[in-house]
């Protein structure tokens, strides 16, 4: 038995983490950011892979034998891999979970068009992984994606309430709608996206709705503990949270009770690839 594991390349993941905890504050987690490595969103699936399966490694190490992949890039282009070709080769049961599915498999409920847009990281957006999964749900839903590559780097650098920001918020808006005119839904397909929330919405029409990824994935996960007793039983109930960094410590606090909602306390944990 452990603790839940949630993964992510830097510190959108805390987004999630904080839904996550929100309604099942009863487990004890781990969370751990790839923060030396960020962003992954420009690289090359088999760099994700190789970085994610090696910390998730160390998520198993420190006894979690369910590790959340709080991270698009993350579960675009490794999850699959790490779940048919990694996962079958341990001797005991552990399980790793997305972010993309929870939001999928729900995403025809709030859309009456039929016509949903994705807002993404160019990483997330070459890979498909969005279309593909909501065609096998709702295969009468057309998709239309728009990477916005500076996104990221604008929250991570706390230029919220920048011009820059405004612009490039309301530039990607603009071209994710001129794709179509009966787009009713859009999700925000990154983690680091909610903290646009108020920049978005101000861009927005008032008729389309957006969807945060956050609590759609945590009750996700309550679903599955219900429905998945065998792993359920694998969690540890204590109500405890740990952070682990890949990068400097202080930085990492700095950032975190931004994503996180309050303060937070870290450790580092070191990485081996390059």
């Known amino acids: 038995m452990g603790p839940i594991g949630i993964f992510d390349s830097g510190y959108g993941g805390l987004t999630v983490f904080r839904e996550i905890v929100s309604k099942l504050p009863q487990y004890d987690y781990v969370y751990l950011g790839d923060n030396a490595r960020v962003p992954y969103g420009t690289r090359s699936f088999e760099t994700v892979y190789a970085y994610t399966k090696e910390c998730v490694e160390k998520l198993f190490a420190m ?46 409920q709030y859309s009456h068009t039929r016509h949903v847009g994705i807002l993404a990281t160019p990483g997330t957006v070459k890979s498909g992984s969005y279309p593909l999964e909501i065609e096998k749900f709702f295969p009468d839903i057309n998709v239309y994606q728009q990477a916005c590559p500076l996104w990221v780097p604008l929250v991570e650098n706390n230029e919220l309430d920048s011009p820059g920001a405004a612009y490039f918020v309301e530039r990607e808006i603009d071209r994710l709608l001129k794709q179509s005119d009966q787009i009713d839904t859009i999700v925000l397909a990154c983690t680091h996206y909610p903290l646009l929330l108020p920049l978005i919405e101000r861009f927005l029409p008032a008729h389309i709705h957006l969807l945060s990824q956050g609590g759609l994935v945590a009750n996700s996960l309550t679903d599955y503990l219900h429905r998945h007793p065998d792993v359920e039983n694998l969690c540890t109930t204590g109500g405890t949270t740990r952070f682990f960094t890949t990068d400097n410590v202080a930085d990492f606090e700095e950032k975190a009770g931004i994503f996180y909602g309050k303060p937070v306390k870290a450790m580092e944990l070191k990485t081996l690839l390059i």
Do not use: F
Not at 78 to 85: E, H, S
Not at 97 to 104: D, F, H, K, N, Y
């Open 63 to 108: 006894d979690c034998r369910l590790v959340v992949l709080a991270c698009n890039t993350a579960s675009a282009k490794a999850l699959r891999t790490i779940q048919q070709c990694d996962l079958p080769l341990y001797p005991d049961l552990r399980r790793v979970l997305g972010v993309i599915r929870p939001t999928t498999e729900v995403i025809g």
